[in-house]
């Protein structure tokens, strides 16, 4: 299957990866809040070994694994919280949980840079998992599962992409940001939120979870978060010297390449509510 896909070009793969992968995904939200909680703790988890893979070519040790659970039990925890089946005080099994980063660390007699990669560690918990843990938050935030909520904001997202994706290629002339991203450039953001913006619009007749004038916000929100969320991904790729975050999405890269602006979007997004709603 992967020999066919790579016979053919990368706009066909990105095509039919992008088919396969917003069928999985719909699905998944739209038949319960448990498999919605699943998905994102699979993506969530694949996208942080990936994280920690790439600092490991550029000869950094982070705690990939453990790393990575402590993540997982980020997210468990939030939608566990959320859904009210624990109490709040669940929280605080983070703390020694993260502590323990300290102390593998200590016995780790060949790490030449522990604290460098102790920080790597927690960077991945950060930038990476935490961000995929407030999505619980935001799809539960009303006491509710909202799926609507959530594929609004990955609508947005995917139209964001895809309209600066097709302007950037057609009609992409000045240069976003040329030291980070050589390919991105103003026509294509522009086309982004042309993009964002109509699906914004139809989202207030399809969507009356939240107000017209919410859906509009966070379909801003997610045109600049997510731009930079792409812009600070090219740059972490950049520093290590490497094109694409991996080869797992035919066509799109790796987990941190299709989701890169959703990790920086999510905070936004549900602090916007939080305050607003």
Same mark, same amino acid.
């Not at 016979?7 to 095509?15: A, D, I, T």
């Not at 940001?177 to 042309?194: L, M």
């Given at each position: 299957?992967?020999?066919?896909? *790579?016979?053919?070009?990368?706009?066909?793969?990105?095509?039919? *990866?992008?088919?396969?992968?917003?069928?999985?995904?719909?699905? $998944?939200?739209?038949? +319960?809040?448990?498999?919605?909680?699943?998905?994102?703790?699979?993506?969530?988890?694949?996208?942080?070994?990936?994280?920690?893979?790439?600092?490991?070519?550029?000869?950094?040790?982070?705690?990939?694994?453990?790393?990575?659970?402590?993540? $997982?039990?980020?997210?468990?925890?939030?939608?566990?919280?959320?859904?009210?089946?624990?109490?709040?005080?669940?929280?605080?099994?983070?703390?020694?949980?993260? +502590?323990?980063?300290?102390?593998?660390?200590?016995?780790?007699? @060949?790490?030449?840079?522990?604290?460098?990669?102790?920080?790597?560690?927690?960077?991945?918990?950060?930038?990476?998992?935490?961000?995929? *843990?407030?999505?619980?938050?935001?799809?539960?935030?009303?006491?509710?599962?909202?799926?609507?909520?959530?594929?609004? $904001?990955?609508?947005?997202? /995917?139209?964001?992409?895809?309209?600066?994706?097709?302007?950037?290629? @057609?009609?992409?002339?000045? @240069?976003?940001?040329?030291?980070?991203?050589?390919?991105?450039? /103003?026509?294509?953001?522009?086309?982004?939120?042309?993009?964002?913006?109509?699906?914004?619009?139809?989202?207030?007749?399809?969507?009356?979870?939240?107000?017209? /004038?919410?859906?509009? $916000?966070?379909?801003?929100?997610?045109?600049?978060?997510?731009?930079?969320?792409?812009?600070?991904?090219?740059?972490?790729?950049?520093?290590? *010297?490497?094109?694409?975050?991996?080869?797992?999405?035919?066509?799109?890269?790796?987990?941190?390449?299709?989701?890169?602006?959703?990790?920086?979007?999510?905070?936004?997004?549900?602090?916007?509510? @939080?305050?607003?709603?």
């Amino acid at each position: 299957m992967r020999q066919r896909l *790579a016979e053919l070009s990368n706009l066909q793969q990105r095509v039919i *990866a992008a088919i396969f992968g917003v069928a999985v995904i719909l699905f $998944c939200i739209s038949y +319960s809040v448990y498999t919605f909680a699943l998905l994102f703790l699979v993506i969530s988890a694949l996208a942080q070994i990936e994280f920690y893979r790439l600092l490991g070519l550029d000869g950094n040790q982070p705690l990939t694994y453990y790393g990575t659970v402590v993540g $997982c039990l980020v997210s468990v925890l939030t939608f566990l919280v959320e859904t009210g089946i624990v109490a709040e005080s669940a929280y605080y099994l983070i703390s020694p949980a993260s +502590s323990m980063i300290f102390l593998i660390k200590l016995y780790k007699k @060949k790490d030449m840079k522990p604290f460098t990669n102790i920080g790597f560690t927690f960077l991945g918990i950060i930038y990476v998992g935490i961000p995929f *843990a407030l999505l619980n938050v935001l799809a539960l935030r009303t006491g509710t599962y909202q799926p609507n909520v959530i594929l609004g $904001c990955l609508f947005l997202l /995917w139209a964001s992409d895809i309209g600066a994706y097709f302007a950037g290629t @057609k009609f992409g002339r000045r @240069k976003l940001f040329e030291r980070v991203s050589p390919k991105k450039s /103003w026509e294509g953001s522009i086309g982004g939120a042309i993009a964002a913006g109509l699906v914004a619009l139809a989202l207030t007749w399809y969507a009356p979870e939240l107000t017209p /004038w919410q859906w509009y $916000c966070i379909g801003a929100i997610i045109v600049v978060t997510g731009t930079y969320g792409d812009l600070v991904e090219s740059l972490f790729k950049r520093s290590i *010297a490497i094109k694409d975050s991996g080869t797992s999405i035919p066509g799109h890269g790796g987990f941190l390449d299709r989701f890169d602006g959703l990790l920086l979007a999510a905070p936004f997004i549900l602090t916007f509510l @939080k305050l607003f709603a």
